[in-house]
T-cell receptor
Framework: GQQVMQIPQYQHVQEGEDFTTYCNSS?????IQWYKQRPGGHPVFLIQ?????EVKKQKRLTFQFGEAKKNSSLHITATQTTDVGTYFC????????????FGQGTELSVKP | DAGVIQSPRHEVTEMGQEVTLRCKPI?????LFWYRQTMMRGLELLIY????????DSGMPEDRFSAKMPNASFSTLKIQPSEPRDSAVYFC???????????FGPGTRLTVL
């Protein structure tokens, strides 16, 4: 079963509002990856975080990895309609060929 | 680069029929992964290959599912016999050994009636 819990399941925002999705694990994560899946599309890699407390930014997206490496978050500032989709976190298991264990995803809808 | 190629994109079949899904990974990628996505269970890894060798098939739901990778540029996922609960989107993904990023194909949407 899922070992990476992701919340919320759904988020509806007005365009221009911020959005955050959270990923939590009961065990220490070796790393965390984030993917975006547009409606009807396939997952697309966004970023990988490896270090404790790591923060990375991609334009309006900010990714954080917790100090204890048990949680991660993705924050989008001033959402746009192009941000619509489902955002997944995933743990990459180094010692298992790099296979990904996905969270359940957060579906983001943006009202213009 | 054409990316990961999957065929067919859509498949509708009747219960009991054999289904074969196909994947062509990105050239030069050493790892190939098969995932299944459903509303109930999300994205699940079924099996992955390294250099054409199956490494971990612990996610394969049951004996009705089988996967092969006869060469570096082709893999199949077969379901025989298919059941309605197999209805899902099946994704193939590949990655090179030197990079963590997986590249997903467009998926095959399977409907078993």
């Amino acid at each position: 079963g899922q070992q990476v819990m992701q919340i919320p399941q759904y988020q509806h925002v007005q365009e221009g509002e911020d959005f955050t999705t959270y990923c939590n694990s009961s065990t220490t994560l070796s790393n965390i990856q984030w993917y975006k899946q547009r409606p009807g599309g396939h997952p697309v890699f966004l970023i990988q975080l490896v270090k404790s407390g790591e923060v990375k930014k991609q334009k309006r997206l900010t990714f954080q990895f917790g100090e204890a490496k048990k949680n991660s978050s993705l924050h989008i500032t001033a959402t746009q309609t192009t941000d619509v989709g489902t955002y997944f976190c995933a743990e990459r298991r180094y010692n298992q060929g790099g296979k990904l264990i996905f969270g359940q995803g957060t579906e983001l809808s943006v009202k213009p | 680069d054409a990316g990961v190629i999957q065929s067919p994109r859509h498949e509708v079949t009747e219960m009991g029929q054999e289904v074969t899904l196909r994947c062509k990974p990105i050239s030069g990628h050493d790892y190939l992964f098969w995932y299944r996505q459903t509303m109930m269970r999300g994205l699940e890894l079924l099996i992955y290959f390294n250099n054409n060798v199956p490494i971990d098939d612990s996610g394969m739901p049951e004996d009705r599912f089988s996967a092969k990778m006869p060469n570096a540029s082709f893999s199949t996922l077969k379901i025989q016999p298919s059941e309605p609960r197999d209805s899902a989107v099946y994704f193939c993904a590949s990655r090179p050994s030197v990079a963590p990023k997986q590249f997903f194909g467009p998926g095959t949407r399977l409907t078993v009636l």
